[in-house]
């Protein structure tokens, strides 16, 4: 009887922490998003250097459960519109977007902000070919392996991201979600953007933290890229410079 009292206690030692585990799935990441403006503009778009700071610095939060995800700004940016000397200045807002993510689907739904008004796109998210890197570094306290891939577009953009096993797979910013772990650090163009972590709070989410934006005019991301690109052609017709803000 005795032996059997102490390999049950050994057995309840050796069970893994219930709570322990749900707090590993569920809780919110805040990153600082770091964005060159100075390495956008190239060509044509050379002298507006002068106008726009080198650096734009904003944060934004991820909440995720156990198969869902949530990133959305933590600070909206309310800058107003400015007139700038003689040649006029306008801006060509574009704030961060929220983005909801149902890994057990593979949908995400983003809610964009293009001159005041919403737009809410619905698209498949498809794995990235990531190649795994040898490099580690610590990230807030958790080892991230490496993990890079190069895209296949008119940019040509190299990206490289850090991610930790010790967090739910499928997690991630932005469309950075797709690797065995949850991203905590994201470089694209050797320092072109940068998104890091700084703080990683596994806890319960409250009442409404997560939830998938409904807000906004229904339409696919082909057409909202051709929005974009007609507002900024809109724009130059009337002799004004355009800042793109992300």
């Keep these: 009887m005795k032996k059997s009292f102490v390999v ?4 309840v030692l050796l069970m893994p922490n219930e709570k322990k585990l749900f707090a590993q799935n569920e809780g919110v990441i805040t990153y600082e998003v770091t964005i060159n403006n100075h390495r956008l503009l190239t060509g ?10 080198e650096f734009r610095t904003f944060k934004q939060e991820l909440f995720f459960n156990a198969n869902e995800s949530l990133y959305k700004p933590l600070i909206e940016d309310d800058e107003e519109e400015e007139p700038h000397g003689g040649g006029g200045r306008f801006r060509f807002r574009m704030q961060g977007a929220t983005s909801y993510f149902d890994q057990t689907t593979s949908i995400m739904l983003s809610q964009m902000d293009m001159m005041g008004k919403k737009y809410l796109i619905a698209d498949t998210l498809k794995p990235a070919p990531w190649k795994f890197g040898t490099e580690t570094k610590v990230i807030q306290g958790y080892e991230c392996m490496q993990a890079y891939y190069t895209t296949e577009d008119d940019r040509k953009q190299t990206i490289t991201a850090w991610f930790t096993s010790k967090l739910r797979s499928m997690l991630g910013p932005e469309r950075y979600n797709t690797l065995p772990g949850a991203v ?17 709070e596994t806890r319960e989410l409250k009442k ?39």
């Design 8 to 11: 049950l206690f050994l057995l």
């Design 44 to 53: 044509e778009r050379e002298g507006m250097k002068a106008m726009v700071p």
């Design 184 to 200: 905590l650090a994201v470089d694209i163009n050797n320092g072109e953007r940068v998104l890091v972590a700084k703080k990683v």
């Design 208 to 246: 409404n933290e997560l939830k998938a934006p409904t807000d906004g005019e229904k339409i696919t991301q082909e057409e909202f890229r051709k929005k974009g690109e007609e507002m900024r052609k809109q724009f130059r017709s009337g002799g004004g410079n355009v800042i793109i803000r992300n």
